[in-house]
């Protein structure tokens, strides 16, 4: 039987899970990596430290969070599937699931725009979202209007991404592996794998050109994939304001210490004038499986490799991200 939801605004079982993923307040910690598939999350929990043995949940929407130590740090691994909307559930439902600093990392799968090999790591400095025109005219063409939109950039955490995640990438090159990792790049996120990545489907898409006009339009451009837009998006705009529900009543924060471990709601605090507020920072390592331009596609094996190569690392880059203990959840990790 499904468990009673309290409010319609965040909805939340009575005991505080959120409805999507299903954790609930001290289940995921602060520093996370996100990938799309499960058995990727459950090769890098590989890496978890035997003791304590990691907490899993796995929700009925599909979302799969696995929280334990890495090398005595705690970390949580949540694979969320595919997609934009996706991410949304992920890093609105953590967010609310958490307190202090989020440091998220995503392990993913990209296409790759230049003449980087399959098996490349790119570490994008920044990502662009490209979405369908829902104005266009599909069916009969349309002189009009444009068929996909370019958005903006937004940056990655460039703490993360420089300081931590190449050199734990470096470290951790298995002997005679000779993959690039590349940083100088700009991914593009997309809201198809079809449609806007330029492929050709028996749909009436009007992207032919696309790919060219993405080289020619943005600097750099780099990659194709799903997520990395709406992570960098979501962590660039978040201000920490209070979720607006009956909790909501908990006083403004007057000092820069984090809310204690005794707050009845984990954001019930307006921390958005507060130099002090909890930051979202989130970077990315993208594993180059497809090859646009040489039509290459990586092999199982090297996908292996790949990722257990860039798991650690990952894993790796987050233990060594210094936050203070007061920018951190009293209890995380602490199930
Ligand atoms: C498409 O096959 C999926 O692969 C890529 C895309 O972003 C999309 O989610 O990422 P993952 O390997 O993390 O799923």
Not at 6 to 13: E, G, M, R
Not at 34 to 60: C, M, N, W, Y
Not at 74 to 87: A, E, F, H, K, Q
Not at 284 to 289: P, T
Request: aromatic share 8%.
């Amino acid at each position: 039987m499904r468990d009673t939801i309290t409010d319609a605004n965040f909805p939340k079982t009575a005991d505080g899970r959120v409805y999507h993923l299903g954790i609930k307040d001290g289940e995921v910690a602060n520093r996370i990596v996100t990938v799309g598939s499960i058995s990727r999350a459950q090769d890098i929990a590989k890496h978890f430290d035997s003791s304590p043995k990691p907490f899993s949940l796995q929700s009925e929407r599909g979302f799969l969070t696995i929280t334990g130590r890495y090398r005595g740090v705690p970390v949580s691994i949540v694979c969320i599937g595919m997609g934009g909307p996706n991410v949304d559930f992920f890093i609105r439902e953590v967010r609310e699931c958490v307190r202090g600093d989020l440091l998220i990392i995503r392990l993913g799968s990209c296409g790759c725009l230049t003449d980087l090999p399959v098996g490349s790591l790119i570490l994008p400095k920044a990502s662009i979202a490209v979405t369908r025109n829902l104005d266009f005219d599909f069916a009969n063409g349309d002189h009009w209007r444009t068929p996909y939109r370019l958005s903006k950039p937004v940056s990655a955490d460039l703490d993360l991404l420089m300081a931590q995640l190449k050199g734990a990438l470096e470290s951790a090159r298995p002997v005679a592996a000779p993959n690039p990792i590349v940083t100088n790049a700009v991914n593009a996120s997309t809201d198809s794998f079809y449609s806007s990545q330029g492929r050709q489907t028996s749909f009436q898409d009007y992207n032919s050109g696309l790919i060219d006009h993405l080289k020619e339009t943005i600097p750099d451009i780099t990659s194709l994939e799903m997520e990395t837009y709406w992570i960098f998006h979501l962590a660039a705009s978040w201000k920490g304001l209070s979720t607006p529900s009956p909790a909501s009543n908990f006083p403004l924060a007057t000092s820069p210490v984090l809310p204690s471990h005794s707050s009845p709601h984990p954001q019930g605090v307006d921390f958005s004038n507060d130099v002090h507020k909890p930051l979202i920072k989130a970077a990315a390592v993208q594993m180059v499986f497809a090859s646009r331009r040489s039509q290459d596609f990586i092999t199982p094996q090297q996908v292996s490799e790949l990722e257990a190569w860039s798991g650690g690392a990952v894993l790796e880059a987050l233990r060594a991200m210094n936050v203070p203990h007061n920018r951190l959840h009293p209890n995380e990790g602490s199930v």
